[in-house]
Nanobody
Framework: QVQLVESGGGLVQPGGSLRLSCAAS????????MRWYRQAPGKERELVAR???????YYEDSVKGRFTISRDNLLNTVYLQMNSLKPEDTATYYC?????????WGQGTQVTVSS
């Protein structure tokens, strides 16, 4: 079955960096677009970044120039490198894949940006 396991979250000071990882299994990872979402308390879940099977990327405006999404098809892992973190980046971050119209989600990893 499809499994997505995020890791790498934590507490970081403003201006700091974190790298999130999402280990995938149960499907042909290299064939699918992978997405990172985030959800802050009291807010809707929002798309942060995505990377296609071919490596094309998209970023939400507020993270452009600060976050980088990448993938390793040998390790079946998608990454989100987050630099210059701001308090407003505080959220639970989820990776996701849609297969045959069904969306699959990981359990999420918490990112807290605070001094």
């Amino acid at each position: 079955q499809v499994q997505l396991v995020e890791s790498g979250g934590g507490l970081v000071q403003p201006g700091g960096s974190l790298r999130l990882s999402c280990a995938a299994s149960g499907f042909i990872f290299s064939s699918y677009t992978m997405r990172w979402y985030r959800q802050a308390p009291g807010k809707e879940r929002e798309l942060v970044a995505r990377i296609t099977a071919g490596g094309d990327t998209y970023y939400e405006d507020s993270v452009k120039g600060r976050f980088t999404i990448s993938r390793d098809n040998l390790l079946n892992t998608v990454y989100l490198q987050m630099n210059s973190l701001k308090p407003e980046d505080t959220a639970t971050y989820y990776c996701s894949v849609t297969i045959a119209t069904r969306a699959y989600w990981g359990q999420g990893t918490q990112v807290t940006v605070s001094s």
